[in-house]
């Protein structure tokens, strides 16, 4: 796969957690000034997030794929 921004080629990997617990992407404008260790995920949900894995991320959970860019340091996340 190619980089979007700079058009090299993207490493296939797989993205995981240490702690088995799940990933979110929230938008800038919902953190501010919250304290993140107090998202739910339906607080993420209600502020316009994205939950990325929706069960505890193990060896028996859903892989999330991604992709990796030496170049300029971006991962494109599937979910």
Not at 38 to 63: C, D, F, P, Q
Request: include cysteine; hydrophobic fraction near 30%; charge should be positive.
């Amino acid at each position: 796969m190619k980089c979007p921004k700079c058009n090299e080629e993207m490493k296939k990997g797989e993205i995981m957690s240490q702690t088995g617990v799940w990933l979110f992407w929230q938008p800038d404008e919902s953190c501010q000034g919250l304290n993140k260790m107090r998202y739910t995920k339906a607080t993420v949900h209600k502020n316009g997030g994205i939950v990325l894995e929706s069960s505890a991320m193990n060896h028996t959970s859903k892989k999330l794929i991604g992709f990796h860019c030496e170049e300029c340091k971006t991962v494109i996340i599937n979910y």
